[in-house]
Structure formats: structure tokens, C-alpha cells
């Protein structure tokens, strides 16, 4: 029974102890509330207008004061802080009774439950009119400052002007200027003003005005050299910023607006040099006083060295100047050679000792240096042809000389090369002189040769081991040796690439395909198969089909020459037709190689013009599917057929001959030459020989080629 008596007191007591602490907390709050320390001391108007109040006041000194919370008319405005003491009231309607209440606030957010009231009102307005706005604003700006200027308004009630930088309050001011300072260059800033008179009536209007800020150039430049002797060219390269436009003045008279001028100095003497820069926003300008140093160009001195002074021809020499204050070179390697070049190459084709000479010369003088004897070339022990003129040699191989027949003061250029032939291999010889026009030899020899040597000579003219220079306008003269003497009747198949410079056609009036190759072959120009193959921005490339390779060549326009007949009246050209087709007869004549056609017209009498009419049918057929072929690209193969069908013809239709008759021949690429009389044929020939003839061309393969609609 004790024992539970002990723990009811227990209980008991706990409560008590639970409830005196609880009342101790409350106790401790209401400590921290005490009305009296925490309201304001003080509350009043200080100021008034017509549509504002300003209230201050004197803040409560405990530590646990927070804030104190503003009404007016009841209305609860803003919370203001424990160091705020004023408030200025605005947009107040005038003439009006307004209360502020206040409520303090401690750290524990506790409120005061006494209110501090104070009541005024603002004044009468006599004056609602805001004043005029600013006007004449204007501004100037450097790269980081812009001035603004503009005139106040005459309103005698004009206070001040809030200004604003790119919409953002800056102060207020009664002045009529602002200096903005540490802005950014080629940068916009935009000011703004609103002006307010005496009474807070501010004008809704802003006016603005923007401006930039301005990115001036900066002048600068480098060159080159800054020493050298006349006449002295300089690079100058503007280094300037923010500059587009440009004057030079290199001191010497001489100006330039180029942005990196190249000039040249021409006299002895030290320049000043200066640039002026400029741009939208303003300009600047360097000088370099005694920039430029220009000295006196000595008389030059000559000297030179060679590399491979001593070999066998053909012997490649490599020049090399040594001159000082060279500006321009003459070389004479004493074999009738020259050269303009500095450091030239020189190949001699003859054995001897050559003496070499070379000027050198500048504005102020030459000079001349002259090295007895300094080449030796001697004649290759191998050579077979090392002690003959005519360039050939016994019995029929390849190899070959590089001495020819031909004269050596009319050889412009003389190009060697050699290749290892095989029997049945087709093998190229290139040429890449710049001197030859010549560019290739390809040829295919029946048996192995071994090495093969080919030598192009491009001649100043006519060769000199022909009897008569080639027919027609002569672009190139040349002579072309491969291997020796014969050894092109050892080729099973050659041909020959050049090239013809297109200025040279154009200033001629020459069409590009009538360009041909021809070859001296038996004391007469005969007109190779060519055909063009390719162009260049230069030239135009051709090649040509030959079994001659040992001989002398042109490229030329071939002339079509006008015939000639016993009466001075009678004359055609090659593809005329005589007005008088009863006449003749006509006949072709082609050359040994086929490349050269003569059209021989022999005539007879009245009585025979059903004979000549018989013959011609067969042979104008054939002449038109040759002009057919021509057009086509293929006469070239043609005409070597073609020849021998006539020939054939005439030789099955002649069965008698007549006699005193005229003759009358028409030559393409070739020299007029007389004629003997000779009879007519008596000729007869039928329909069934035409087809049968027709029929034969095409068998053999003259027509082959022809497409089958043009057979007709």
C-alpha cells in the first residue's frame, strides 16, 4: 500500500515539474515581447507635396528587434529594416489625408501587438503639369567616351533630369552634359533623359539618342630589305589595324595606294618612308625616317665555271655564272652557239677544243671574260661513223653516228637518244627539247638490233642534202636519222609524233588538219599518212606513219598547185572538174609511198567523147566514194588501193591507142612537170564491169571502212 502511495506522489510530482517548465518557456516569450521596448519612438511627417509624404522615425534599441511592417490607410505597403528609419510615400493623390501604422517585428517573428499611427496629408496641387522635355541632344564619342549634350527646359518650375545608360538609372542631374567614360571601342550606347519640376511631375516622354563608340586604325608596316644596291626593289607590307584605306610615300617622289606595294628604287640614296591609314572613324600615320639605303651598282665582273669540260660528243656541258652584279648574260660557247640564260646547258655534237666566252653587263657597265680551248669533246672510239661525212655506215644494223651529212651552220638544234631494240618490240624514242618539234619516234624492228641511237636536227632551212626544198608553207625543216644507213628496211612499222605551234597556224590562216609530214625519198617530197592525235594550250600533236626514218622531213601546209596543159587556157586544179568534161580522160598517178596523188587529164577528140564518158563513169563512182571516205577520215589507207585498181583498170580497157593528142597534168605535192603525148585508150566498158570493179574495191578493202549507207 506504501508503495503505491510512493508512486502516485511520483506521478504527481512530475506533472507539477512538466507544468512549471512549460510555464517557464511562456514566461521567457513574454519576457522577449515587451510592447513597451519595441515600438517605434517618434513617427512623423517631415515632408509633404502634392503627391508624396516622407515619414521617419527612430527605431527600438533591443537586440531582438527584426523589422517593423508599414500600412497606410490599412493597407499593408513594405516591411522596412531594423537600419531603415525614413520612407518617402509617392504617387499620392493631392490634397489627401493619409495614415501610416506600424507594427514591430522581433527575430522570432513575434509581432508587436501595439500599433504606432501617425496621419498627414499631402498638399493642394496648384501645379499638375510636368515640365517640357529636353531638347538638341547631341553626342561625340573617342574610342572609349561618348559626350552627351542637350538644353534643359525654360520651365521655371524645372528641377532636374533622371538619366538613364541603355535603359538602366544612372543619377539625376540639373546640368546639361554627361561624360561617359571606360566604355568599350566600336561599341553602341544609348542615353535617355526625363525631365521633373519642383513639384515631382515627371514628363512620360524620354528622349533618346545613340552613339557609337569609335575603333580609330592604327598605322604600321614592315619590308623586305631595308639595304641594297640600285636599282633596288622593296616589298612593303602593311601591318597596320583597323585601316582601309592606304598612302604610301617612299620618299623618292613615288606614292601608291596598294595595300602591299612593290616598288623599285631606281638612283643612290636614303629614303624617308610613310604611311597614312584611315577608316570611317578618323586616320594615322607612321613615318621611318632613313629607312631606306640604297647603294651605287659596281660595273659587274664576269667569271663562270663548267661541269663535264671533257667527253665524247655528244657532250652535255652545265654552266654555272659566277659574275657579280650581273643583271643580264650573253654566252658564246665557240661551236656558233649562244645563250641569254644565267646558268645555261650546252650540248656539243663535233669533236674539238671550244673556246667560251661570256658578257655580263648591268646599267652601269659590262664586262667580258673569255676560256681558251675550255671545252675538248672528243669523237667516241665506238663510233662506227666517227670518220665519215655522210652520217651512214656500212652494212644494215641499228646502232648509229651522231654525225650526220648534214651542214652544221644550218642545224638550229640537234637532239640525241637511244633505246635497246628487241625483234617484234615496239620501241619509243622521246624527245622533250623545247627546241624540237619533233616528240617521239616509235618504230618495230624485225630482229634484235641492240641499242639503237635516233638524232633530230631542226634545220634553219631547206636541208642540205636535198636537191629542192618541200612544196606549200614550210613550218619545220628537219632531218631524222634512226640507226644507220638501211636500217629502216629492217622496221616492220614506224611512225613519228610532232607538233605545230598554234600561233603559228593562226597568224598563217593554216587549218589545223591540213597539216601534213613529208619525206625526200627519191628525189622527190612525198606526203605521209598524218593524222592529228591531241592539243595543248600551245600546240597542236600530230603523228605520222612512214617506213622512211633515214632521210630528211618538213612539216608543211601541202599547195594545191594548179594543173597545166600544152594551151595556156587549159588549166585545172586538183578536185576541179574541166568545163569540157568530153575532153578527158582523167587518170591518177600515185607516188612509190602512195602519200603523193596526180591527176593526169589527157585529152582527145569529139569522136572519142563516148570513150572518155565510158572511162569516167567507173572513175567518178570511185572518186566519189573517195571523197565519201575522206570524209570519213579514211583516205589515207585508201589511196595506196585506190592506185592500183586504176592502174589495173586502165590496163584491162586499153585496146589501141591513138595518137596527137594534148596532155595536160594536175600535181598536188609535187613540181609541174611535162608530159608526152600519148593516145587515148580506146576504152569500152559496160555496167557489168563497173559492178564487177565495185565489187572487187570491196573485197580488197578499200570499202571496208566506208559505212554502208554511203555505198550507194
Known amino acids: 500500500m506504501l508503495q503505491k502511495m510512493v508512486l502516485i506522489l511520483s506521478g504527481i510530482i512530475i506533472k507539477i515539474t512538466i507544468v512549471a517548465i512549460i510555464a517557464a518557456i511562456f514566461s521567457v516569450s513574454a519576457l522577449a515581447i515587451d510592447a513597451s521596448a519595441l515600438d517605434l519612438i517618434d513617427l512623423d ?377 628487241i625483234k617484234g618490240m615496239e620501241k619509243p624514242f622521246t624527245f622533250n627539247n623545247e627546241m624540237i618539234d619533233i616528240t617521239y619516234i616509235i618504230a618495230t624492228a624485225d630482229f634484235n638490233v641492240g641499242n639503237v641511237k635516233a638524232i633530230v636536227e631542226s634545220l634553219n632551212t631547206t636541208s642540205s642534202i636535198v636537191s629542192k626544198p618541200p612544196e606549200g608553207r614550210v613550218y619545220k625543216n628537219i632531218n631524222i636519222w634512226l640507226g644507220d644507213y638501211g636500217f629502216e628496211k629492217k622496221l616492220i612499222d614506224s611512225s613519228i609524233g610532232f607538233r605545230v605551234e598554234k600561233t603559228w597556224l593562226k597568224e598563217n590562216s593554216v587549218p589545223e588538219f591540213s597539216v601534213s609530214m613529208v619525206v625526200y625519198k627519191d628525189n622527190n617530197w612525198n606526203i605521209l599518212p598524218t593524222e592529228k592525235i591531241g592539243e595543248d594550250d600551245t600546240y597542236i600533236y600530230y603523228e605520222a606513219t612512214t617506213s622512211e626514218i633515214y632521210s630528211s622531213f618538213a612539216i608543211v601546209e601541202p599547195v594545191q598547185k594548179e594543173a597545166t596543159t600544152s594551151n595556156a587556157d587549159s588549166s585545172l586544179t586538183e578536185n576541179s572538174v574541166d568545163p569540157d568534161a568530153s575532153k578527158a580522160s582523167p587518170s591518177l598517178e600515185v607516188s612509190e609511198e602512195g602519200e603523193g596523188t596526180a591527176l593526169v587529164v589527157k585529152t582527145e577528140s569529139k569522136a572519142s567523147s563516148v570513150k572518155f564518158l565510158l572511162f569516167a563513169i567507173p572513175l567518178l563512182i570511185i572518186i566519189s566514194l573517195s571523197y565519201v571516205a575522206f570524209t570519213r577520215g579514211y583516205h589515207i589507207e585508201a589511196k595506196t588501193k585506190m592506185s592500183a585498181f586504176l592502174e589495173e583498170m586502165k590496163a584491162e580497157n586499153i585496146n589501141n591507142i591513138s595518137s596527137g593528142k594534148e596532155e595536160s597534168t594536175i600535181s598536188s605535192g609535187s613540181s609541174k612537170r611535162p608530159t608526152s603525148e600519148v593516145p587515148l585508150p580506146k576504152v569500152e566498158i559496160t555496167k557489168t564491169h563497173v559492178s564487177a570493179k565495185i565489187k572487187k574495191l570491196e573485197e580488197s578493202g578499200i570499202l571496208t571502212n566506208v559505212n554502208k549507207k554511203y555505198q550507194k
Open 45 to 421: 511627417e517631415t515632408d509633404v507635396g502634392t503627391s508624396w509624404i516622407n515619414w521617419t522615425w527612430t527605431n527600438p534599441t533591443p537586440a531582438e528587434f527584426d523589422h517593423t511592417a508599414l500600412y497606410l490607410n490599412n493597407e499593408l505597403k513594405i516591411p522596412v529594416s531594423n537600419e531603415t528609419t525614413f520612407y518617402n510615400f509617392t504617387n499620392l493623390d493631392s490634397d489627401t489625408s493619409y495614415e501610416l501604422s506600424t507594427q514591430t517585428v522581433d527575430l522570432f517573428g513575434n509581432v508587436s501587438s501595439f500599433w504606432i499611427n501617425d496621419t498627414a496629408s499631402t498638399l493642394a496641387a496648384t501645379d499638375i503639369t510636368a515640365p517640357s522635355s529636353i531638347t538638341n541632344l547631341t553626342a561625340i564619342s573617342g574610342e572609349t567616351w561618348i559626350y552627351w549634350n542637350w538644353k534643359n527646359p525654360d520651365d521655371t518650375d524645372f528641377d532636374h533630369v533622371e538619366i538613364y545608360l541603355n535603359g538602366i538609372h544612372q543619377f539625376n542631374t540639373n546640368s546639361n552634359f554627361y561624360n561617359m567614360t571606360n566604355l568599350d571601342p566600336n561599341t553602341e550606347y544609348t542615353l535617355s533623359g526625363k525631365t521633373v519640376d519642383n513639384v515631382w511631375n515627371i514628363n512620360s516622354t524620354i528622349v533618346t539618342l545613340s552613339k557609337r563608340t569609335k575603333l580609330f586604325p592604327s598605322a604600321s608596316f614592315s619590308v623586305s630589305d631595308t639595304k641594297g644596291k640600285e636599282p633596288f626593289e622593296v616589298d612593303f607590307e602593311d601591318t597596320s589595324l583597323n585601316a582601309n584605306t592606304w598612302f604610301w610615300d617612299f620618299g623618292d617622289n613615288s606614292t601608291s595606294n596598294e595595300t602591299n606595294p612593290i616598288h623599285t628604287y631606281e638612283n643612290p640614296g636614303i629614303y624617308n618612308v610613310s604611311l597614312n591609314v584611315s577608316n570611317n572613324d578618323g586616320y594615322n600615320h607612321i613615318l621611318k625616317n632613313n629607312f631606306i639605303n640604297v647603294t651605287v651598282l659596281p660595273k659587274p665582273i664576269a667569271n663562270f665555271i663548267a661541269i663535264n669540260k671533257v667527253g665524247n660528243y655528244p657532250l652535255k656541258v652545265s654552266f654555272t655564272d659566277q659574275s657579280t652584279d650581273a643583271v643580264e648574260w650573253e654566252w658564246d660557247f665557240g661551236d656558233g652557239s649562244t645563250s641569254i640564260y644565267p646558268n645555261p646547258s650546252h650540248t656539243y655534237v663535233a669533236a674539238g677544243n671550244y673556246t667560251v666566252s661570256l658578257t655580263v653587263s648591268n646599267r652601269n657597265g659590262n664586262d667580258s671574260t673569255s676560256k681558251l680551248n675550255y671545252i675538248t669533246v672528243s669523237t667516241p672510239t665506238t663510233d662506227p661513223d666517227s670518220s665519215s661525212n655522210s652520217g651512214s655506215s656500212s652494212g644494215g644494223g641499228g646502232g648509229g653516228s651522231s654525225v650526220t651529212s648534214e651542214r652544221y651552220e644550218n642545224i638550229l638544234e640537234k637532239a640525241v637518244t637511244s633505246t635497246h631494240m
